[in-house]
């Protein structure tokens, strides 16, 4: 089929990528020209693994282009997937302008029937105000269907290529067969497409992130309750999940959730029920416990060291998470922050999140060009992302480079035996502090 992806950012790149990988012709429009030129040289202008496979695969492959002109993808396309940013505002709503901007010129440009699917994450309703907003500017037949993502950055190729499942809220017989084509390698492969209401699976996506931030902070909840009274987090978490009810995942405690979906639709979610005088009690509780678990480890280190002004702390991770270079809500700038305003000095390592950082920081830190540079005459290190790198180092190296062998671990990668046998300070989410 021929399909029009409107945005190439994280989703849409990832999407119209994976869409042409599956052997339709898929035209990315974007309104950034050097972004659309770099794409069209065959530069991928994010860190996702393997996309850049994929994507040159299937540039050579003649089934995937680029354009900032909508209407020239619209010529040859009456599939258009909306792909655009819903940006938290100041009062936590989702911001639909990009979503109702784009969906207008839609309307305007249609010359024939047109399925437009919202692929973006969007409060309840917001097909229906597409679907009003296409109305007033055609009489073409159209469609609008929901069809929310659920791509874990650092696994998104791999999330869309092997759905657990594919979610399609329509109100159309007609819309349904497209959306069936559309996915059909998918769901011969084995994968589940589930057919909803529009309204349905738009909050299906709200309700899925919430649920899992709210796994995220209950986990972490219980990690800080576990060193008031001296239980173990990993073996409450390894008992915990091997209850299917509960399952294995999302119950690593740790210094909290960031990125670009989980803080945001938390908001949007809390915000959608008090537009209709519903207060998601839960939801607010775990925002709250979230901003403060992102900095617990701070006040660890300042009760360590005494004081933290003129201290030199390194830190290790700059990424809300491994295998990306997003940074948005990441714990790390959240503790940096903290850090200079107690006047310590930081240095901070990350080989693909330092960029970003530099951007929004400066030179307000140092840059480390790798991880052992990093700690190089620090007084304590602090451990924010769970990069591989970070899993086996060499605690020789470390003890020769750190003035202080103390290291405070935001993600639990250690330990408690080897790092107390080699004589480290060793600070954990919900285990026990150990002192060299």
Not at 185 to 206: F, H, Q, R, V, W
Not at 306 to 333: C, P, V
Not at 336 to 355: C, F, Q, T, W
Request: aromatic share 8%.
């Amino acid at each position: 089929m021929n399909i029009t992806i409107v945005g190439t950012g994280y989703v849409g790149l990832v999407s119209g990528t994976c869409l042409a990988d599956l052997g339709h012709s898929v035209h990315c429009v974007d309104i950034n020209e050097e972004k659309v030129t770099m794409m069209k040289n065959g530069q991928v202008p994010i860190y996702e693994p393997q996309l850049e496979e994929v994507f040159l695969r299937n540039i050579k492959g003649g089934r995937l282009f680029f354009t900032t002109n909508l209407s020239e993808a619209m010529k040859v396309s009456n599939v258009i997937f909306l792909a655009l940013p819903t940006p938290p505002g100041e009062d936590g709503s989702a911001d639909l302008s990009y979503v109702l901007d784009v969906a207008g010129k839609i309307g305007n440009l249609m010359t024939d029937y047109t399925l437009i699917v919202n692929k973006s994450t969007v409060p309840v309703g917001t097909s229906e105000k597409v679907k009003n907003l296409i109305k007033s500017k055609t009489q073409k037949p159209f469609d609008v269907v929901s069809n929310p993502e659920f791509l874990r950055e650092g696994y998104a190729v791999e999330d869309f290529m092997n759905p657990e499942r594919v979610i399609v809220g329509a109100s159309s017989q007609k819309a349904f067969e497209i959306m069936d084509k559309i996915y059909l390698p998918l769901t011969n492969a084995g994968a589940k497409l589930i057919k909803m209401d529009e309204k349905s699976s738009e909050l299906t996506k709200y309700a899925s992130n919430s649920f899992l931030a709210t796994k995220i902070t209950f986990m972490n909840e219980v990690a800080n309750y576990c060193e008031k009274v001296g239980a173990d987090v990993d073996r409450v978490r390894l008992g915990m999940g091997s209850d299917e009810r509960i399952g294995n995942r999302f119950l690593f405690p740790g210094v909290g959730y960031g990125g670009s979906c989980f803080p945001k639709d938390v908001k949007a979610l809390i915000k959608s029920g008090k537009e209709v005088g519903y207060t998601f009690e839960i939801l607010e509780s775990v925002e709250e416990v979230n901003q403060r678990q992102k900095t617990i480890l701070v006040p660890e280190v300042e009760k360590y060291l005494g004081s933290l002004k003129n201290k030199q702390i390194a830190i290790w991770g700059l990424a809300f998470k491994e295998n990306t270079d997003d940074i948005r809500e990441a714990s790390s700038l959240e503790i940096i922050e903290m850090l200079l305003d107690k006047g310590a000095k930081v240095r901070a390592y990350d080989s693909i999140a330092s960029k970003n950082v530099k951007k929004i920081l400066g030179d307000k830190i140092e840059y480390a060009e790798n991880m052992y540079e990093c700690v190089e005459g620090s007084d304590a290190l602090i451990i924010v992302t769970e990069w591989g790198e970070f899993r086996n180092p060499h605690f020789d190296i470390l003890e020769k480079k750190m003035i202080n062998k103390a290291i405070f671990d935001g993600r639990n990668l250690y330990n408690l035996d080897e790092l107390q046998a080699q004589g480290f300070y060793y600070k954990s989410i919900g285990r026990k502090l150990i002192k060299g």
